[in-house]
């Protein structure tokens, strides 16, 4: 990770973390806007409340925007009615206007057969959008606190992302929680000898670790054995009451994520912590 992205990490560690919620009156938007309190009361957060909406069951959009934040007790949010747009294209677009800004979503990502023929407002971001997602999927309680744990960044020892890192590291400053890395690797006999037979692995994160460490983060850095790289992730994730899992994604389209399928959105869907999904270094 070169030096400019630590300077942003620790500029951003300073600020709130802006972060657009997209509202159209469903439960998963009250959801979203819950979820996104939830986090301010472990980190400071700045919402920006967003409809297309022209009215919103008997309420003006501003009305419904203003009542939604009350009741979820969110403070002091920006409220943004911009009538006749596609709201995900307009959620990119106002988060886009604020540096390190994040999108907020509810969601249970389809299938992905479906997910491939029409991936919903989260695969369209992903597919579409820079800015990170922070996604609340199914699993995630919103009638609980956030996790006491650290926040939990999925690294590819073999490709090394400084994206996830980066947001990782982000969000452990703003919150004051550790950082864990984990990678996640098959083991046949379900055992790990002591001769470290992944030192490569170990060397390969090593300097990510240091890194965080370097920006005053308690850091460490695990091999998860598991069948398969989400299957390891959650497990950690629940073990250590994780404030959120970190993972980059790739902005897989159509046919390709047929094929190869999203690990990005497989976390999403079977998570209990918060998943925030960054994109992957290109």
């Known amino acids: 990770m070169s030096v400019v992205q630590v300077t942003t990490v620790f500029r951003r560690s300073v600020e709130p973390l802006e972060v657009v919620v997209p509202v159209d009156g469903s439960a998963d938007a009250q959801r979203a806007t819950r979820l996104v309190s939830s986090l301010g009361d472990v980190m400071p957060v700045r919402a920006h409340l967003v409809t297309t909406r022209d009215h919103i069951g008997d309420h003006t959009p501003r009305e419904y925007l203003e009542d939604l934040a009350d009741r979820m007790g969110v403070p002091n949010p920006d409220i943004d009615v911009l009538l006749d747009h596609d709201p995900v294209q307009v959620a990119a ?12 979503l509810s969601v249970d990502p389809p299938d992905r057969i479906r997910g491939a023929i029409a991936p919903g407002p989260l695969g369209r971001l992903l597919e579409n959008s820079p800015v990170p997602i922070i996604a609340f999927g199914p699993h995630v309680d919103h009638e609980n606190t956030p996790g006491a744990g650290p926040v939990v960044v999925a690294v590819d020892a073999v490709e ?6 980066a947001e990782g590291l982000g969000l452990a400053m703003l919150a004051g929680r550790p ?16 001769d470290r037979p992944f030192a490569s692995v170990e060397d390969a ?11 005053g983060i308690e850091a460490r850095h695990s091999i998860e054995f598991a069948d398969e790289a989400v299957e390891g992730l959650v497990r ?17 389209h159509g046919l390709e994520r ?25």
């Open 93 to 104: 677009e106002v988060a886009e206007r604020h540096p390190g800004a994040h999108i907020a």
């Open 160 to 165: 090394p992302d400084t994206s996830a890192l």
């Open 179 to 194: 950082l864990h890395l984990v990678t996640v690797r098959q083991a046949p006999s379900g055992r790990v000898s002591t």
């Open 205 to 215: 994160v090593a300097p990510l670790a240091a890194r965080a460490r370097a920006a």
């Open 236 to 252: 950690v994730a629940e073990a250590d009451d994780a404030l959120v899992i970190v993972a980059a994604t790739h902005a897989r």
């Open 258 to 282: 047929l094929m190869e399928g999203s690990v990005g959105l497989d976390l999403v869907h079977r998570a209990t912590a918060p998943v925030v999904l960054a994109h992957h270094d290109e």
